[in-house]
């Protein structure tokens, strides 16, 4: 009896923990949908929003740029997130390893106020200097850029230290260079844990907005910052109507990629198994 009351008491509280998390989410869909401008009042079935969107010019920019931004920043920060993850698994001693990993998982830890403030103070002063950069899209990147590469770090170096290191020593053994080591054989087995550090840190850049309020400059809004601008405002059906296909959006790519990753990984594991038996 006393498991039976145990069980049902933990399920009881995941599901009221994916209640809370997920039941905001549907509303917001939902009244996206709505005929009527007030909110929680439901006028009728209408898609006059989403029409809306086409002529929203603010918007779309928005969107535009804060999609090009995710983009730059999540392939920048695999980039930089490999290396240091390579570092710091590959090299256990060196010169100012401790000094190293501490800059790292620094932005894991401060908060994004500090970290916007800090590097707008840095921008502005380099700006006065050399007349670049312009606060926009290279200064809200080059935020984003250090608050995902911290992110990427982690994904890919617990990846590298569940990695079989016999697998670069046999073919450091046939006589391949380190390069073509890490090239042929370290990121083709670690492609799934930069996939997943790809869409973390793409999902953390499109969605940022303290970061973007401090590095933007005059008609560099990301979509965010907008949204945010309209809500302080009173909400706007036309950032349901966002919401609801950014989560559309969001949902197809996480669906993919984990069909993605579980077939690479069925497929991963029969080759072992071969290999073994062979």
Request: contains cysteine; hydrophobic residues 55%.
């Amino acid at each position: 009896m006393t498991q039976f009351l145990h069980r049902w008491f933990g399920r009881g509280w995941l599901s009221l923990g994916y209640l809370f998390l997920y039941i905001p989410i549907v509303v917001l869909v939902v009244f996206s949908f709505n005929s009527s401008r007030q909110d929680m009042v439901w006028s009728g079935f209408s898609l006059q929003w989403y029409a809306a969107l086409a002529s929203d010019t603010e918007i779309i920019s928005g969107f535009g740029l804060s999609l090009r931004i995710a983009l730059l920043t999540a392939c920048g920060s695999v980039v930089l997130g490999t290396f240091a993850a390579f570092v710091l698994d590959r090299y256990q001693r060196f010169k100012g390893r401790t000094l190293f990993t501490g800059m790292v998982s620094a932005p894991l830890v401060m908060p994004e106020v500090i970290i916007g403030l800090s590097l707008l103070l840095m921008l502005v002063s380099v700006q006065k200097m050399f007349g670049f950069p312009e606060r926009g899209l290279v200064t809200i990147w080059l935020g984003h850029t250090l608050l995902g590469m911290a992110y990427a770090t982690v994904v890919i170096q617990s990846r590298l230290q569940e990695m079989n290191k016999s697998l670069e020593e046999a073919a450091m053994d046939l006589g391949c260079r380190p390069f073509q080591v890490f090239f042929l054989v370290t990121l083709p087995n670690i492609k799934q844990a930069l996939g997943s550090a790809w869409l973390l840190t793409f999902t953390l850049s499109l969605d940022d907005v303290v970061l973007s309020a401090f590095l933007s400059g005059p008609g560099s809004s990301t979509m965010p910052i907008v949204i945010f601008s309209r809500a302080r405002l009173g909400l706007d059906p036309r950032v349901n109507a966002v919401a609801a296909l950014t989560i559309l959006v969001v949902s197809i790519g996480v669906i993919a990629s984990s069909l993605y990753i579980a077939r690479a990984e069925r497929l991963r594991s029969k080759q072992l198994a071969a290999a073994a038996k062979g």
